[in-house]
């Protein structure tokens, strides 16, 4: 129903690899946000999306939203340390609840 | 600005006891919400309020209460408190929506609680 689904769960990579998350909904989206959150730390909002095929940058992430609305990425090219935390997609609903995905958590090996 | 504040940051609970969660923000905000959050789970909504005086159910509500008598605070209880509610909750607001979208959520440090 109202559930997006984040994969993967986790991933290992080495410090200059890159690194990509993913968001898929069975419905077609309004928006989708993306939050960053730090090991003990808050999420913080990274990004939103609302336009079909949107894609928007912030110095190494990309993201972007589908075509259909009912998936989205998030790439970070050249991952560094500074990078790791768990990334989550959030989705709006009717009645203005913010809907969460269980996130990717990022690790990354110097 | 402190933005969204969360007391108390930490709290044991035995089973059956029962506590508040106090939750203020200083941005003028309409929204405030409610998540927990477990390992593996992400962030799960338990209850939001579109403004002063309203509430609403989220995702898992039941155990469960809420209030919002200031604009400025969002008040969790759990009124007898099990282990299955041991968890990292947090709070978070937002400004309110234009075009269906509620724009970010701005959230608190959050609060670990233990459920004994």
């Known amino acids: 129903g109202q559930q997006v689904m984040q994969i993967p769960q986790y991933q290992h990579v080495q410090e200059g690899e890159d690194f990509t998350t993913y968001c898929n909904s069975s419905?077609?989206?309004?928006?989708i946000q993306w939050y960053k959150q730090r090991p003990g730390g808050h999420p913080v909002f990274l990004i939103q999306?609302?336009?079909?095929?949107e894609v928007k940058k912030q110095k190494r992430l990309t993201f972007q939203f589908g075509e259909a609305k009912k998936n989205s990425s998030l790439h970070i090219t050249a991952t560094q340390t500074t990078d790791v935390g768990t990334y989550f997609c959030?989705?709006?609903?009717?009645?203005?609840?913010?809907?969460f995905g269980a996130g990717t958590r990022l690790f990354v090996k110097a | 600005n402190a933005g969204v504040t969360q007391t108390p940051k930490f709290r044991v609970l035995k089973t059956g006891q029962s506590m508040t969660l106090l939750c203020a923000q200083d941005?003028?905000?309409?929204?405030m919400y409610w998540y927990r959050q477990d390992p593996g789970m992400g962030l799960r909504l338990i209850h939001y309020?579109?403004?002063?005086?309203?509430?609403a159910k989220g995702e898992v509500p039941d155990g469960y209460n809420v209030s919002r008598l200031k604009k400025q605070n969002f008040l969790l209880g759990l009124e007898s408190a099990a282990p299955s509610q041991t968890s990292v909750y947090f709070c978070?607001?937002?400004?309110?929506?234009?075009?269906?979208?509620?724009?970010?959520?701005?959230f608190g440090e959050g609060s670990r609680l233990t459920v004994l």
């Open positions: 959030a989705r709006n609903t009717g009645g203005f609840k913010t809907i």
């Open positions: 309020s579109v403004g002063e005086g309203t509430t």
């Open positions: 978070a607001s937002s400004r309110e929506s234009s075009g269906g979208n509620t724009g970010e959520l701005f």
């Open positions: 999306l609302v336009k079909s095929g």
């Open positions: 941005m003028n905000h309409e929204y």
């Open positions: 419905t077609t989206l309004s928006n």
